[in-house]
């Protein structure tokens, strides 16, 4: 059974920085896509960034040059660094696993809240 478990999140100013971690235990087969994504008050989650198992990137367009993705695969951890945060930033934000065919199977974390306020 794979889990994962978000940490880092927090409160902070306009202008500051966090950084998310996301641990994962269990069977996480190559090709697998890991990602994160957030969801704000009243919209729908949505994709914040993506890395495939050959660390190719994707991030979304509202967060690109602010936030950096990464994964250690020996020690089972997916990150994300948000530099330059905006108040438009807080959501809460899931760590997600998914595993292409014939598994076809998605996983996620129990999210984590990030606010940014002054």
């Known amino acids: 059974q794979v889990q994962l478990v978000e940490s880092g999140g927090g409160s902070v100013q306009p202008g500051g920085s966090l950084r998310l971690s996301c641990a994962f235990s269990?069977?996480?087969?190559?090709?697998?896509?890991m990602g994160w994504y957030r969801q704000a008050p009243g919209k729908e989650r949505e994709l914040v960034a993506s890395?495939?198992?050959?660390?190719?990137?994707l991030y979304a367009e509202p967060v690109k040059g602010r936030f950096t993705i990464s994964r250690d695969n020996a020690k089972n951890t997916l990150n994300l660094q948000m530099n330059s945060l905006k108040p438009e930033d807080t959501a809460v934000y899931y760590c997600?696993?998914?595993?292409?065919?014939?598994?076809?199977?998605?996983?996620w974390g129990q999210g984590t809240q990030v606010t940014v306020s002054s």
């Open positions: 269990g069977s996480i087969f190559s090709g697998n896509v």
């Open positions: 997600n696993l998914y595993l292409p065919p014939p598994l076809k199977l998605t996983y």
């Open positions: 890395i495939s198992s050959d660390r190719q990137n």
